[in-house]
């Protein structure tokens, strides 16, 4: 179960991603659930792009850490395609949680890289520390 500080509120609810925006901090937190496919990776990346955007947000914690399973084709498509649109939307930082399963990591390793080109970007083993240097931001 998911638990979210007292001032988040949950904007996109499925069974492969959560997206709340929490008040306190001023971030949108992506909580990646499961397997992830191509087509999951593209339909959560839409939604996380309309919230950035909705909620006027330049932060987000990306947490892997619930993810399993490869998934290069959504990571080939989120290091080519996602960065304009995220930038467009208004990201500037990400904290990035890795899943502690190597194969899901080894898919977030490349979109990372990718990613710190466009976006002042770290990826972390632990959330506490993700989060407070996003706070920090």
């Given at each position: 179960?998911?638990?979210?500080?007292?001032?988040?509120?949950?904007?996109?609810?499925?069974?492969?991603?959560?997206?709340?925006?929490?008040?306190?901090?001023?971030?949108?937190?992506?909580?990646?659930?499961?397997?992830?496919?191509?087509e999951t990776v593209q339909a959560g990346s839409a939604q996380l792009v309309e919230q950035l955007r909705r909620?006027?947000?330049?932060?987000?914690?990306?947490?892997?850490?619930?993810?399993?399973?490869?998934?290069?084709d959504g990571s080939e498509w989120i290091s080519r395609d996602l960065p304009p649109e995220l930038a467009a939307a208004g990201l500037r930082y990400v904290a990035w949680v890795y899943s502690p399963e190597v194969f899901s990591r080894l898919s977030a390793q490349r979109v990372v890289e990718q990613a710190s080109r466009r976006f002042l970007t770290f990826a972390f083993e632990d959330a506490a520390a993700a989060r407070a240097w996003l706070s920090s931001m």
């Open positions: 179960m998911l638990l979210l500080p007292m001032a988040s509120r949950i904007l996109f609810d499925a069974s492969f991603l959560v997206l709340s925006f929490d008040y306190t901090h001023n971030w949108l937190y992506a909580d990646w659930r499961g397997p992830q496919t191509l909620e006027r947000c330049d932060k987000l914690l990306n947490d892997n850490r619930a993810v399993h399973g490869m998934w290069m």
